[in-house]
C-alpha cells in the first residue's frame, strides 16, 4: 500500500497483513516467551532495588489524582519567575490532594518520606488549616522554603530523565554509561521554532553539538561514536505541508549542511519523527538530503519511524528504495510514538476520514512488529529499535538469531535494566540511550511526553512493577490479542463523522497536508472560479430584483466580479406576505418533517463543499482553510438544529391533579427575519435560517451586501432539499432592505448577527412599532481580551495568539482584540508573538501558503488604517504590505497603558497589548467588564484557582482555557455574548431553538365526558 493511501486507511485493512508478518509459530513463541520471562525478572529485580526517585515516579503515576498534580507542577512549576505565581500554583496543586493515602504505600524510605512532606505541605496549604500560628507560620516561613523545596524536586525528577543542561555536561555524565557498554544519541530539548532568530538559536545548538560530540568520536567507527538527533520543526518556523515550497528551498540547505558537519566530525545525524502531517514533508527533505551529492557514501543519515502510524510500512519500503537508489545503508530508529492523543483529538476536531494511528495499543505492537521484521530483512537500512518491551526485544532477538547488524534504543532513565542484562549477557549486543540535553525550564515539555508515555496504565514500563500483573498478561502476545478483537479499532474511540454517537453525523473536513486530498481541491477550486456568478433576490422561487449591477471592483486580487440584482421594497413586501400564508402549513407540517429537509441540505452541502469553499474564497476572502471550517460550521448548524427540532418540538405532558391531562406544545412564531454577516457569509447565514425552519417559521433572509453570492447558493441548496419556495426567500441589498423587512407588520422574529451600532437601531425600530412585541436574537462583537499569567507556556501562548487575533484576518466576533499578559513574561511573548507574526504569508487567500488575505473591502480597509494612524505612537509591531495590490492590512500590535483608551470594537487584524502585574487580576477583570462588551475571553494559566477566579467574576459568554479563542463547534462549544455583545440564546446550543418559537398549553378535563374512569378502575392496594 503507498504512503498516501495508507495514511487513514480502515485499520482491519492494514492490520491483517501486519499480523501475518508479526506472527510466530507456536514453538517460536515459546522460545520468546522463556527468554522475556527471564528478563523481566531481571527488570522486576532492578525496578527494586532502584533509586527512590524511580519508585518515587512508580508510586505517583499518571493513573493517581496525585501523579497528575506532580505533572502539573512539573510541566510549569520551573519557568514562573516571579515568587507570587510560583506559590499560587503550589497552593494550587499540593493543597487539594490526598497525599496522605500514598503514606506506608512503598516499600522505600525516601518514597515514605517525601510523602509525608507532600502531606504537611498540602495541609499546611488547605484552606481551612492554616488558622493562628500555623497560618504566621505559612505567611513568614512557609511558602519560601516549599517554593525552594518545590524547585529542588523539580530540578529532581528532570534530573532523571535529561542527561545534562549542556551537550559537554551530557557528555560528561554520559561517560560512566558508556564504561557500561551504552551508545548514545543526543536530542537538544526545545519544542518547535516559533520565529527566525528561534531556528537560527537552535542551528546554531545542533552546529555546537556536533563539535562537541565530533571531539568524542571514535575514528572509522561511526555506530560506536555518539549521535545527533534533530528536529526539522526546531529549523524552520513554518515547518508545515502549507509552507512546503518555501521548507523545501530554505530547510533542506540547512539539513545537508549539518549533514556535511556531522559526517566530518564523525558522528551520526538523525531526524526525529513529528506530527503526522509533517510526515511526507519530512521525507521530501530526507530524500533531498540522501540525494545531494556532497552527502554521498555517507551512512551517518538516520530517521526515526513511528510504528503508531498507519504509513510505518510504507515509509520503510520508501526509505529501502532510498537506500538503494543512493547506494548507502540508512539508520532507521523504529519507535512507537508520543504524540498518540493529540493525532486522536486533531483528527476529530477537523471531521477527517479516520485517524494516521492505530486506536489500539495492540495494534500499535503488532505494527512495530511488522516493521521490525521489515527493517531486518532490509539490506539498506540499519534498524535501531527503540523499546522498554521485554517481550519486543525477545521477538526480534529470535529473528536476528546470530545477526548483530542493529542496535536497541533506550530513553535516558528508562530501561536501564533490561539493557544492562542484555549487554552483559552478549557482548555482541549494542544499545543506544537517547539522551536529551537542555535547561530544564527546556525539559518541560519533553518532561510531560515521557511520563505520559512511559506511565500509562498500558505501558510495560508500568506493567512490571505492579504485583498483581501475571507473566502471561504481562507477556499476551500482540497479535493473539488483535486477532481476538478481529483487528477492528477501539470501540471508545469513533471515526471523527461518528463523534457524535448515533445523534448525528459530523460535518466532513478535508486533510490539506495529503497531497491526494489537497492537489483534487485545488483543481475543483480553480474550475469552480472560472464560472459566471451572480445573485438576485429569490422571491417565492422566481428572480427579481433592481438592475443587475458589479458587486467587486475587478482590480481587487482574487476577488471575481458577480452581477448582482438586490432587492426592491416591493420585493421585501412580497416575500413576506408569502412567506406569511405558508408558514401555518410549514409549522403543521412538523418537527420531523423539517428536520429531514435540513439533514438533506446538511448532506447536499458536504457533497459540494468545492462549491461553497470557492465562493467563500472569492466573495469574502477567506483562506483555504477557513472555507473549509466555513462550511463544516454551515453542515454542523443543519444537522445540529434538526437534532434540537426533533428533540424540542414534541409535546411535553405536564404534571396535574387526577382527570386532567395538561400539554405543552412549541410553535412556530410566524415570519422571521434572519439578518447575516459578511465575515461568516455561509455558517452564520445557514445557522439563522435553518434555526427559523426548524422552529416551524417562513423566513426571508437578508445576507450582507457584501456576500450576496453565497447567501443565493445557500438558499437554493436549502430549495433543493425540501424546503418550499414559499417558506424561504433571499432578499440581497443594503441597509434600505433591511428597513424595509423590518417595517412590514407581518414579521415576529428577527435574528441578528454583526454591530453592537446596528443592532440597537434594529432593537430601537422593533421597540417603535405598534404590534406585537417582537423578539430580537442578537450577536454582536467584543473587545475579547486574553489574560495570560506567568504559569503559561509562552510558545502555547502565541500559538493561540496568532490563531485568535490574525486568522481570517482578524474578521471574526470572537478575534482577540485584547491581550492582558503579566509583567514578569511581557517581554519573552512579545518577542516571541512578533517574531511569528513576520512568519505570517499574506496574500491571494486561494493559495494554500496564505495565511491571511485581505479584508471584506475598501472601507473596512480604511477604518483599520484610521485606527492604526491614530495609535501610530503606540505602535509595538506591523507587518509590511504584500507586493500584490489590494484591501489588505498587515497585521498589527499596539501597546497601551489602559484598556479605556480603546473605543468600540477594533474589526480586524490587530492585537492591543496591556500589561498587568501578579497579584492584581481583579484589576484585570474589571477593565474588561468596563467595556460593557461580554462575547468572548482567553485565559492562559495553569494554576485552576485563577482560571477559577476568571469565570466567577468575567461577564462574558465564552471562556476559553489554554487554546485559542475562535472556532466555536456547534453543539460543544454554543457560541454568543451578554451586555453589548448579544442577548443570547447561544447559536448553536441546545436552547437556540426555543426563541424562535412560541409556547402554547393545552388543558383537558377528562372527567368532564363520562367521569375519571382510570382512577374508577384504579385497583385497591
Known amino acids: 500500500m503507498t504512503i498516501s493511501a495508507a495514511y487513514r486507511a480502515p485499520e482491519p485493512d492494514l492490520l491483517l497483513p501486519l499480523m501475518r508478518a508479526a506472527g510466530v509459530d507456536p514453538a517460536t513463541r515459546q522460545r520468546i516467551v522463556a527468554r522475556a520471562g527471564m528478563l523481566v525478572a531481571a527488570m522486576q529485580k532492578a525496578a527494586a532495588t532502584a533509586g527512590g526517585l524511580a519508585q518515587f515516579l512508580n508510586e505517583y503515576r499518571i493513573s493517581t489524582t496525585e501523579g497528575v498534580v506532580l505533572l502539573c507542577l512539573a510541566e510549569a512549576f520551573l519557568r514562573i519567575p516571579d515568587a507570587e505565581t510560583a506559590d499560587r500554583l503550589i497552593r494550587d496543586k499540593l493543597g487539594p490532594a490526598d497525599w496522605q493515602a500514598h503514606l506506608g504505600q512503598s516499600s522505600a524510605f525516601f518514597v515514605n518520606a517525601s510523602t509525608l512532606a507532600l502531606t504537611i505541605t498540602g495541609r499546611l496549604l488547605s484552606r481551612g488549616e492554616t488558622d493562628g500560628i500555623l497560618?504566621?507560620?505559612?505567611?513568614?516561613?512557609?511558602?519560601?522554603?516549599?517554593?525552594?523545596?518545590?524547585?529542588?524536586?523539580?530540578?529532581?525528577?528532570?534530573?532523571?530523565?535529561?542527561?545534562?543542561?549542556?551537550?559537554?555536561?551530557?557528555?560528561?555524565?554520559?561517560?560512566?554509561?558508556?564504561?557500561?557498554?551504552?551508545?548514545?544519541?543526543?536530542?537538544?530539548?526545545?519544542?518547535?521554532?516559533?520565529?527566525?532568530?528561534?531556528?537560527?538559536?537552535?542551528?546554531?545548538?545542533?552546529?555546537?553539538?556536533?563539535?562537541?560530540?565530533?571531539?568524542?568520536?571514535?575514528?572509522?567507527?561511526?555506530?560506536?561514536?555518539?549521535?545527533?538527533?534533530?528536529?526539522?520543526?526546531?529549523?524552520?518556523?513554518?515547518?508545515?505541508?502549507?509552507?512546503?515550497?518555501?521548507?523545501?528551498?530554505?530547510?533542506?540547505?540547512?539539513?545537508?549542511?549539518?549533514?556535511?558537519?556531522?559526517?566530518?566530525?564523525?558522528?551520526?545525524?538523525?531526524?526525529?519523527?513529528?506530527?503526522?502531517?509533517?510526515?511526507?514533508?519530512?521525507?521530501?527533505?530526507?530524500?533531498?538530503?540522501?540525494?545531494?551529492?556532497?552527502?554521498?557514501?555517507?551512512?551517518?543519515?538516520?530517521?526515526?519511524?513511528?510504528?503508531?502510524?498507519?504509513?510505518?510500512?510504507?515509509?520503510?519500503?520508501?526509505?529501502?528504495?532510498?537506500?538503494?537508489e543512493t547506494g548507502r545503508r540508512i539508520f532507521v530508529r523504529l519507535v512507537k510514538g508520543a504524540y498518540w492523543d493529540s493525532e486522536i483529538k486533531r483528527s476529530q476536531e477537523r471531521g477527517l476520514a479516520g485517524y494516521p494511528v492505530f486506536t489500539r495499543k495492540a495494534a500499535t505492537d503488532v505494527s512495530y512488529l511488522a516493521c521490525a521484521r521489515r527493517m531486518l530483512d532490509a539490506p539498506h537500512l540499519y534498524p535501531a529499535f527503540a523499546t522498554h518491551n521485554a517481550l519486543t526485544v525477545a521477538t526480534l532477538l529470535e529473528w536476528a538469531d546470530e545477526r548483530r547488524d542493529f542496535e536497541f534504543q533506550r530513553l535516558h532513565g528508562m530501561g536501564e535494566g533490561l539493557y544492562e542484562t542484555l549487554l552483559a549477557g552478549d557482548s555482541r549486543l549494542s544499545c543506544r540511550t537517547y539522551a536529551p540535553v537542555g535547561s530544564h525550564e527546556e525539559l518541560l515539555a519533553y518532561l510531560v511526553r515521557r511520563i505520559l508515555e512511559n506511565g500509562a496504565n498500558s505501558s510495560f514500563v508500568h506493567g512490571i512493577q505492579e504485583a498483581h500483573l501475571s507473566l502471561d498478561t504481562l507477556l499476551a502476545d500482540p497479535v493473539a490479542q488483535v486477532a481476538a478483537m478481529q483487528a477492528q479499532p477501539h470501540p471508545r474511540i469513533p471515526l471523527p463523522a461518528a463523534l457524535y454517537g448515533t445523534e448525528r453525523r459530523n460535518s466532513t473536513g478535508l486533510d490539506l497536508s495529503d497531497d491526494a486530498v489537497a492537489a483534487p481541491l485545488l483543481a475543483g477550486l480553480a474550475a469552480a472560479w472560472e464560472k459566471p456568478w451572480a445573485a438576485a433576490a429569490l422571491v417565492d422561487g422566481r428572480e427579481t430584483g433592481a438592475a443587475p449591477v458589479p458587486l467587486f471592483d475587478p482590480a481587487a486580487p482574487g476577488r471575481l466580479v458577480a452581477e448582482v440584482r438586490a432587492a426592491t421594497a416591493g420585493d421585501a413586501a412580497r416575500a413576506v406576505d408569502i412567506a406569511a400564508a405558508a408558514q401555518p402549513g410549514w409549522d403543521a407540517a412538523g418537527a420531523a418533517r423539517r428536520a429531514a429537509c435540513l439533514r438533506r441540505a446538511a448532506d447536499l452541502l458536504d457533497q459540494r463543499m468545492t462549491e461553497f469553499m470557492a465562493v467563500a474564497i472569492r466573495e469574502a476572502g477567506k483562506t483555504i482553510p477557513d472555507a473549509v471550517a466555513e462550511v463544516r460550521e454551515a453542515v454542523d448548524f443543519l444537522r445540529y438544529y434538526a437534532l434540537r427540532a426533533e428533540a424540542d418540538f414534541a409535546a411535553v405532558e405536564l404534571p396535574g391533579p387526577t382527570g386532567e391531562e395538561n400539554r405543552l406544545f412549541l410553535v412556530g412564531r410566524g415570519v422571521c427575519a434572519c439578518i447575516s454577516p459578511w465575515n461568516f457569509p455561509l455558517a452564520i447565514f445557514i445557522g439563522q435560517v435553518a434555526a427559523a425552519l426548524a422552529a416551524g417559521n417562513a423566513v426571508v433572509a437578508k445576507p450582507a451586501p457584501q456576500t450576496p453570492v453565497m447567501g443565493w447558493h445557500a438558499v437554493r441548496l436549502l430549495h433543493e432539499a425540501g424546503v418550499p419556495v414559499d417558506v424561504l426567500h433571499l432578499l440581497p441589498g443594503g441597509p434600505e432592505v433591511g428597513a424595509a423587512i423590518l417595517a412590514h407588520p407581518l414579521v415576529r422574529c428577527v435574528a441578528f448577527t454583526g454591530s453592537t451600532v446596528t443592532a440597537k437601531r434594529i432593537n430601537r425600530q422593533l421597540a417603535e412599532s405598534d404590534g406585537p412585541i417582537i423578539p430580537l436574537i442578537a450577536e454582536t462583537g467584543g473587545q475579547n481580551a486574553m489574560i495570560v499569567d506567568s504559569s503559561a507556556l509562552p510558545e502555547q501562548v502565541v500559538n493561540d495568539l496568532i490563531v485568535s487575533a490574525f486568522q481570517s484576518a482578524g474578521q471574526r466576533c470572537s478575534a482577540a482584540r485584547v491581550l492582558f499578559v503579566q509583567e514578569d513574561i511581557a517581554d519573552r511573548v512579545e518577542n516571541m508573538l512578533f517574531g511569528a507574526m513576520d512568519e505570517l504569508v499574506l496574500g491571494d487567500p486561494g493559495r494554500l501558503a496564505t495565511d491571511m488575505g485581505p479584508v471584506i473591502d475598501q472601507a473596512a480597509q480604511q477604518r483599520l488604517l484610521d485606527h492604526l494612524e491614530r495609535f501610530s505612537d503606540r505602535l509595538a509591531h506591523r507587518l509590511a504590505a504584500p507586493q500584490e495590490s489590494g484591501w489588505f492590512v498587515p497585521p498589527a500590535a499596539i501597546r497601551l497603558d489602559d484598556l479605556s483608551a480603546l473605543q468600540g470594537e477594533v474589526f480586524g487584524p490587530v492585537l492591543h497589548i496591556l500589561r498587568w502585574q501578579a497579584g492584581h487580576l481583579d484589576r484585570v477583570i474589571a477593565a474588561i467588564n468596563g467595556t460593557g462588551f461580554g462575547l468572548t475571553l482567553g485565559i492562559h494559566s495553569r494554576i485552576g484557582e485563577t482560571v477559577e477566579q476568571v469565570r466567577r467574576q468575567a461577564r462574558v459568554g465564552n471562556i476559553y482555557v489554554n487554546r485559542s479563542m475562535i472556532g466555536a463547534v456547534v453543539g460543544v462549544q454554543p457560541f454568543g455574548g451578554e451586555g453589548l455583545s448579544g442577548t443570547g440564546p447561544k447559536a448553536g446550543g441546545p436552547n437556540y431553538l426555543r426563541r424562535f418559537a412560541t409556547e402554547r398549553v393545552v388543558s383537558t378535563d377528562t372527567t368532564s365526558a363520562g367521569g375519571n374512569a382510570s382512577l374508577m378502575a384504579m385497583e385497591a392496594v
Open 135 to 324: 497560618k504566621d507560620m505559612v505567611a513568614r516561613l512557609g511558602e519560601p522554603v516549599i517554593r525552594r523545596a518545590v524547585r529542588m524536586a523539580m530540578h529532581l525528577m528532570g534530573g532523571q530523565f535529561v542527561m545534562g543542561r549542556t551537550i559537554e555536561e551530557g557528555l560528561k555524565h554520559a561517560a560512566a554509561f558508556e564504561a557500561r557498554g551504552f551508545r548514545h544519541s543526543f536530542d537538544m530539548l526545545g519544542e518547535g521554532a516559533k520565529t527566525a532568530p528561534d531556528a537560527a538559536r537552535y542551528l546554531d545548538h545542533y552546529r555546537q553539538a556536533i563539535a562537541a560530540l565530533g571531539r568524542h568520536a571514535k575514528p572509522g567507527d561511526l555506530l560506536g561514536s555518539p549521535g545527533l538527533s534533530v528536529k526539522l520543526s526546531a529549523l524552520h518556523p513554518r515547518y508545515e505541508p502549507a509552507q512546503r515550497d518555501r521548507v523545501l528551498r530554505e530547510l533542506g540547505p540547512v539539513l545537508v549542511s549539518l549533514g556535511v558537519a556531522a559526517r566530518d566530525a564523525g558522528i551520526g545525524l538523525t531526524v526525529d519523527a513529528e506530527e503526522s502531517e509533517r510526515l511526507e514533508l519530512s521525507l521530501e527533505l530526507f530524500a533531498l538530503a540522501a540525494r545531494t551529492p556532497e552527502l554521498r557514501g555517507w551512512d551517518g543519515l538516520g530517521l526515526a519511524v513511528q510504528a503508531y502510524q498507519k504509513r510505518a510500512p510504507a515509509v520503510l519500503d520508501g526509505l529501502e528504495a532510498l537506500g538503494a
